[in-house]
């Protein structure tokens, strides 16, 4: 039976789903005062679209999950401490409150899934590292002015006069460098994204569709550690701890989609053996 197969706790659904939509409409109108950030127009407009739509009672399983999704990686990507980020916060709690009961948290111990749940983690958190610096640059640039020079004429008559110098100052310039995290870089929206929606998948409850969509989080995984190629070459600790981040998920989906998602062993068993082979290899022959 699906968990939101009874009408109330669909309605119930709805009305925390709809909640969330009121605090993300005033996050977004927010948006149009200079100092607070914000989504920008085409995400604003998009959102405003969806709590209409979620406001109105069409909203179906799928879409307040996606909505629930979207509204988490808005988060994570534009609140900063201040008053801006509270309706935001405020929205999270309510999206994730819809949903809640479609996720079994007892996956969280069971086979490949401590990969992608703490992998997802992971990558969500190393987007607030530094991931880059702009360097510093000195440069220079001339002025001009005028000098006080003797002019000769055609008869050889002498008299004092101005000639416009262009380079006759050196102003000198600075731009000073600064480091950026890995928001800052394009893609970093849908990087969160793709890191939720794995985790969803992960500790979704209702196994016949994690089956029938186990393909999506591998190919979710994979994008991720494509894009962390961007940024993978510097000294920065960002972007290694979210490449760490992507494999471990792309190790969970890739035993998922060979059918080996829960493993031999969960966690317990594995910590268990382990204890045991220690146990032998210290023991006095």
């Known amino acids: 039976m699906e968990p939101w197969a009874s009408q109330g706790t669909l309605k119930r659904v709805q009305t925390s789903a709809?909640?969330?939509?009121?605090?993300?409409?005033?996050?977004?109108?927010?948006?149009?005062?200079?100092?607070?950030?914000?989504p920008g127009w085409i995400w604003s407009a998009l959102l405003l679209g969806a709590a209409a739509w979620i406001?109105?009672?069409?909203?179906?399983?799928?879409?307040?999950?996606?909505?629930?999704?979207?509204v988490c990686a808005h988060t994570l990507d534009n609140t900063y401490i201040g008053l801006g980020a509270i309706p935001w916060l405020i929205g999270v709690f309510y999206a994730l409150h819809a949903v809640w009961s479609l996720f079994d948290l007892s996956?969280?111990?069971?086979?490949?899934?401590?990969?992608?749940?703490?992998?997802?983690?992971?990558?969500?958190?190393?987007?607030?590292?530094?991931?880059?610096?702009?360097?510093?640059?000195?440069?220079?640039?001339f002025m001009g002015g005028l000098d006080l020079n003797t002019h000769i004429d055609a008869n050889g008559n002498s008299s004092l006069g101005t000639d416009y110098n262009a380079t006759k100052w050196i102003m000198p310039i600075y731009y000073p460098g600064?480091?950026?995290?890995?928001?800052?870089?394009?893609?970093?929206?849908?990087?969160?994204?793709?890191?939720l929606a794995i985790l969803g998948?992960?500790?979704?409850?209702?196994?016949?569709?994690r089956h029938t969509t186990r393909i999506l989080p591998l190919s979710g995984a994979v994008l991720l550690v494509m894009w962390s190629f961007t940024a993978?070459?510097?000294?920065?600790?960002?972007?290694?701890?979210?490449?760490?981040?992507?494999?471990?998920?792309?190790?969970?989906?890739?035993?998922?989609?060979?059918?080996?998602?829960?493993?031999k062993y969960d966690v317990s068993d594995v910590t268990a053996r382990v204890k045991a082979e220690v146990g032998k290899r210290t023991a006095p022959r």
């Not at 709809?18 to 914000?38: C, D, E, M, Q, Y």
């Not at 600064?178 to 890191?195: D, E, M, V």
């Not at 998948?201 to 569709?209: G, I, M, P, Q, T």
């Open 107 to 141: 996956k969280i111990k069971r086979g490949y899934a401590p990969y992608a749940i703490f992998g997802a983690l992971l990558c969500v958190v190393s987007l607030y590292w530094t991931w880059g610096e702009v360097p510093a640059l000195n440069s220079w640039t």
């Open 201 to 209: 998948w992960v500790l979704w409850r209702d196994e016949a569709k």
């Open 178 to 195: 600064w480091k950026y995290s890995g928001h800052a870089l394009n893609g970093s929206f849908t990087a969160s994204l793709i890191a």
């Open 55 to 70: 406001r109105a009672g069409r909203a179906s399983q799928w879409q307040i999950v996606v909505w629930a999704l979207v």
């Open 18 to 38: 709809k909640k969330s939509t009121a605090w993300i409409i005033v996050a977004v109108l927010l948006n149009i005062l200079p100092w607070f950030g914000g």
């Open 232 to 263: 993978l070459g510097n000294i920065y600790i960002g972007p290694k701890l979210f490449f760490a981040g992507a494999l471990g998920m792309a190790f969970c989906s890739l035993m998922a989609l060979r059918g080996q998602q829960d493993g």
